[in-house]
């Protein structure tokens, strides 16, 4: 070719060393991100044979690139585009081989309890549509990214699908476990000729209870068949049967005319023998009502046992309870009850993510919803402890809220039922998933969580700190930012001061560990910051130190000794050395560095003990926005920003602390009747929460 060329009189265009590189590095710049994105998806797919193979391929074409010498790293970016290719293709082979492994596993499975859903037959539950929907959802995903030729995202999609389809027999098993128990309450009751009207029925009930052995077997070992299922669900229907009749008895005491009271004694004693009567009377909306009036009769005093247990079973059927424990009182029970009335039952009965409600009179904690036990718990005793002056709290908006947001009195509101409603509206945003379809929306707050890697990136643009501080290395100043938005800065500053064998071998951490061995049941219901503080204030006393640096880090290693249960002093000694050393030389100027405004930004953004924050301030906290965003640690591992401009609407000061919060402060505002129509979100909580979920 060149001999040709130079016959024709053309001489190839030379081209320098300098711009040969110049055009290695473009070709990287250019191709790189499209290859990485690649051996993202092989790292995600391949094995953990072959992992280790792509991320040296990858290793090697960054110090190819770093040096630098782009020709290699040209060559190293082609070599890590085919392993990753390769990699990817047999990543995508094997997924699609487990898929299609997985649907032979579960075929009997799938038959079963899809036939089951066709029929209809899971509706008799609370939770049948519900999962009926969730199966469903992940089925068509499944399917979808199947056709899509997107395996490896389909195996993902039908595991959910699998777990959905286990939670087919884990809540039957549930059901069968109720029923079991029930069976003595209804045996004593036929004993006790409370069904003696109803012959045919209790001829059903005893035939079926004598089928019952097949059904424990295949609850308890998830064996279920269409026999088993038909003999359940056979069992079911006699018992609902028994209760419905008895619900119908007592409904039609009322339409003969019978005095509320009478009525009243007959629930009593329905009560008494067997609660769950009720479920099937709470399934009408004359049953409904019936139960409203009966409680209302008790006048806001359930004083008697029998009132209490008439109570009970009307909270636990009207509103969808599995379980209602703790400390309910005479004058709690019929205000719980008025309160969650106050609400849909889409919201209560039908909302399988509140299944439990405690009271708890002595806790000083703050009342709470755990979502992965759909329980809400009401720390709530005669004088509340939390965010309240005894029995009311306030709804703490910005002094430039326009007053027309409002309805009535928003100051000494009843703390008991402002408490409930937002830890029930919790659940009602779990059910709906609502403010987490909304993440970044301005009408609803605008909320976004962050990594606290992008916190301290964020603080590193205030004041140029990285450059106020040339040539002290990037990475180790981010360090040192890390470190004080988690609560380390002293013992960075303290960083040199010690080392592991004396922090690990002072008595204060063998105290420590002690203490937490002394108090493991207490911590594993409450390891909040609050508590922990007080276990490490008198483990340290056990210490002769008398340095401050050295202090600060002997209290950061019994900090993380209570954190961890398993975490020995000399391990604990360790590690609080590791994260206090950023890199930063022994000779930096740490004063000044605290001094800087990125430093005291993360400093006030941050949390003070386990539920205090830059929310507490209201408006005041805005000032240390950056531009529209206000940035803060809402939980110990949590960080949020929402948009400045919500606050011109808020209801709380409480109200923005998280996401979360936010809906539930408005959610509580809301059925309490606080907002009028001119509040800018009353439109979408009448049509997205109210009307929508009803």
Same mark, same amino acid.
């Given at each position: ?15 320098s060393a ?44 960054e ?19 085919? %392993? $990753?290719?390769?990699?990817?293709? @047999?990543?995508? /082979?094997? #997924? !699609?081989?487990?898929? =299609?492994?997985?649907? *032979? ?28 929907a ?18 490896f ?16 027999a884990?809540?039957l ?22 069904? %003696? $009207?109803?012959?045919?029925?209790? @001829?059903?009930? /005893?035939? #079926? !209870?004598?089928?019952? =052995?097949?059904?424990? *077997? ?12 038909d ?7 006699c ?90 009182? *005479? ?20 909302n399988?993510?509140?299944?439990s ?86 009408k ?5 969580k ?66 937490r ?137 409480y ?40």
């Open positions: 070719m060149l001999e040709l060329l130079e016959e024709l009189g053309i001489r190839p265009i030379e081209k300098e711009q040969l590189d110049l055009q290695a590095k473009d070709e990287c710049d250019r191709r790189a991100p499209g290859v990485m994105r690649l051996f993202g998806e092989a790292v995600k797919r391949c094995s953990d044979k072959d992992r280790p193979g792509l991320e040296q391929g990858k290793r090697e074409y110090t190819a690139y770093n040096q630098p010498d782009y020709a290699t790293a040209v060559t190293k970016l082609d070599a890590l585009e085919i %392993s $990753a290719k390769a990699a990817k293709e @047999k990543g995508d /082979t094997h #997924a !699609k081989n487990t898929l =299609a492994a997985l649907r *032979k596993r579960d075929a009997a499975k799938i038959k079963l309890h899809e036939g089951r859903l066709d029929s209809g037959d899971y509706e008799v539950f609370f939770w049948g549509k519900r999962r009926a969730a199966y469903d959802k992940e089925k068509q995903e499944a399917n979808r990214l199947e056709a899509a030729g997107d395996f995202g389909a195996v993902d999609a039908y595991r959910r699908q699998a777990t959905q389809l286990g939670l087919f884990a809540s098993m549930i059901e069968w476990k109720i029923l079991k128990d029930d069976t003595p309450n209804i045996d004593e009751a036929i004993k006790k000729n409370a069904y %003696s $009207a109803y012959p045919d029925l209790v @001829k059903n009930f /005893t035939a #079926a !209870k004598g089928q019952s =052995a097949p059904i424990d *077997k295949a609850a308890v070992e998830e064996s279920w068949s269409d026999a088993t299922l003999a359940f669900l056979a069992y079911h229907k018992v609902a049967d028994l209760r419905q009749a008895q619900a119908d008895k007592l409904l039609k005491l009322q339409t003969d005319g019978k005095p509320l009271k009478d009525v009243v004694n007959e629930a009593k004693t329905l009560a008494k023998r067997d609660p769950n009567v009720f479920v099937e009377l709470a399934k009408t909306p004359q049953g409904v009502k019936l139960l409203d009036d009966m409680v209302g009769s008790l006048e806001g005093s359930a004083g008697s046992s029998e009132s209490k247990d008439l109570c009970k079973a009307a909270i636990r059927a009207r509103f969808g309870l599995q379980e209602l424990k703790g400390d309910l009182t *005479k004058k709690a029970l019929p205000k719980l009850y008025d309160v969650m009335k106050l609400v849909p039952l889409s919201h209560t009965r039908d399988e993510r509140l299944s409600i405690k009271r708890d009179r002595k806790s000083e904690e703050a009342s709470f919803y755990r979502d992965s036990d759909s329980l809400v718990v009401l720390n709530l005793g005669r004088q509340g402890k939390w965010r309240g002056d005894g029995k009311t709290s306030d709804f703490d908006h910005d002094d430039d809220v326009p007053a027309e947001y409002f309805e009535g009195q928003i100051t000494d509101l009843d703390y008991f039922n402002e408490t409930t409603l937002h830890e029930v509206g919790h659940a009602v945003d779990a059910k709906m998933n609502f403010m987490g379809g909304r993440v970044d929306d301005p609803f707050g605008g909320w976004h962050h990594k606290l890697d992008e916190i301290a990136d964020v603080a590193a643009g205030i004041g140029n700190f990285y450059a106020s501080f040339t040539p002290a290395p990037i990475p180790a100043l981010k360090k040192y930012l890390l470190g004080v938005l988690q609560g380390r800065e002293k013992s960075i500053e303290a960083s040199g001061s010690s080392d592991k064998d004396t922090l690990a071998q002072d008595p204060a951490l063998a105290e420590a560990v002690k203490l061995t002394k108090h493991a049941k207490a911590l594993e219901k409450n390891s909040s910051e609050d508590v922990i503080n007080k276990h490490v204030k008198s483990a340290m006393k056990k210490t002769k130190v008398k340095d401050q640096k050295q202090l600060d880090l002997l209290s950061a290693a019994a900090k993380l000794i209570f954190q961890d249960k398993k975490l020995s002093a000399d391990d604990a000694a360790k590690q609080v050395l590791k994260d206090a050393d950023t890199g930063l030389p022994p000779t930096t100027d740490w004063a000044q560095l605290a001094d800087h405004d990125a430093v005291k930004w993360c400093r006030a953004i941050r949390m003070t003990g386990s539920s205090n924050g830059l929310w507490d301030k209201g408006k005041e906290g805005t000032d240390k926005a950056i531009g529209d965003r206000v940035y803060q640690q809402a939980y110990k591992d949590d960080w949020y920003s929402y948009d400045k401009k919500a606050r011109a609407k808020g209801v709380s000061k109200q923005f602390r998280a996401p979360a919060e936010w809906f539930a402060e408005l959610y509580a505002a809301y059925y309490m009747e606080k907002l009028s129509d001119k509040h800018p979100d009353v439109s979408w909580l009448d049509g997205e929460v109210h009307a929508l979920s009803s």
